[in-house]
């Protein structure tokens, strides 16, 4: 019994992945049918509820969370110079993770040769979805409107007008002292409340993992398993060897603590496909179990889900390098220069939101010349790609943000290097009773005062 209470959050949640994944190949391998009880009561029933809710959840913390802490963040850093290093530094490595990880799929798909005798028959219709220009996506940065902007999830707009805001609050100085206060308290609460979403997380997982793989085509994906091994074996060698190779030279840091810590994160990235609804898991771990202070991440999380994506990046390299040769057409050395920078560009202007990879790879394949209805030929695998990718995602801005703070001398190696340090137990998420009947008598009073 005691054991079990002192189960962590990571233990149940890996837990609800492994039979989560059991239960949708169950399902898969023992004829899953359109129409059937299991179809419509539990697959597009129970599982799809319970995993809606829970994805749903945590995107509603995504905005009040990244609000207060990033404004929070900012007045903890105090000083305008080094907000913009903390900026300038986190853009050039997120964009020198993204650039290594295109080439680094690019070498591999070449050197492999994937796509020379693929099928082409099993080509899905793809309609084309327009990705934004450059050109809008740096205009885009300020909001119009800010609840326009919030009500929408834009977050680089978000950053920018809470950046805004935590610097007005600097310059207004002393007077603005009760909102510093206000602000610090919201982003406590908000973190809070993060840690109260998670606590359904092990079964959110269990449902989501399950509807997914119920779904997946497996027979598609023998078809394509040339395609869909060199991929996982490029993100693979990305996450365990690149990232950990850049983090251990920039920051010093142990690559396996951070592997280890990572997991939870990675697990929820891989369940909701989502880097944008992993912002409240990410922040958290990040800060409290990697040893990032507040002020770096509340910037480095959210700007990096949003223009970090090296899992993206290297599912568009080995796209490319297997329709091209599926298809028969040389892309030369400057076919690959003009898939590698564009790739780079499309991460940023695109949001991490499920199978926005695809659309970035429409307009790769525009700029070089290759028929995109050829996506049309991954459509199919696409999905479990994408929850690998957005955990390779989600890694990326993890190890940034380490790498970031601890360059900035706002990091706390012993927190890092603590194994249980911001672990997740029933124990440490059990609330404090006599704390709340402290605050209810505090309310109670203010109640009778007034
Ligand atoms: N789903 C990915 C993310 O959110 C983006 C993609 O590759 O489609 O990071």
Redesign the pocket.
Known sequence: MLEQTKMTLTTKVLIGMGLGILAGLAINLLGYKEGTFVEDNIVNGLFFIIGKMFVTALKMLVVPLVFFSLISGVLGIGDINILGKVGAKSFIFYLLTTALAIMLAITIATMIGIGENANLSTAAVFTVKEAPPLSTVIIDIIPGNIIDAMASGKMLQIIFFSILTGVSILMVGEKAEPIVELIEISNEIMMKMVTLVMEVAPYAVFALLAKAIANLGLGLLADLAGYVLVLIFALMIHLFVTLMVVLKVFSGMNPSVFLKKMRETQVFAFST????ATIPVTLRTVIDRLGVNNSVASFTVPFGATIN?D??AI?QGVATVFIANAYGVELGMMGYLTVILMSVLASIGTA??????LIMLSMVFTQVGLPVEGIGLILGVDRLL?MI??AV?VSGDAAVSVIVAKSEGKFNAAVYNNPEAGILTEENLNIDVSAEHELAEVVQETHDRS
Request: aromatic share 0%.
């Open positions: 496909s989502s880097s944008n994506m899992g993206t599912m991490g939101v499920p199978g926005v990879g994408d990718r957005t995602n």
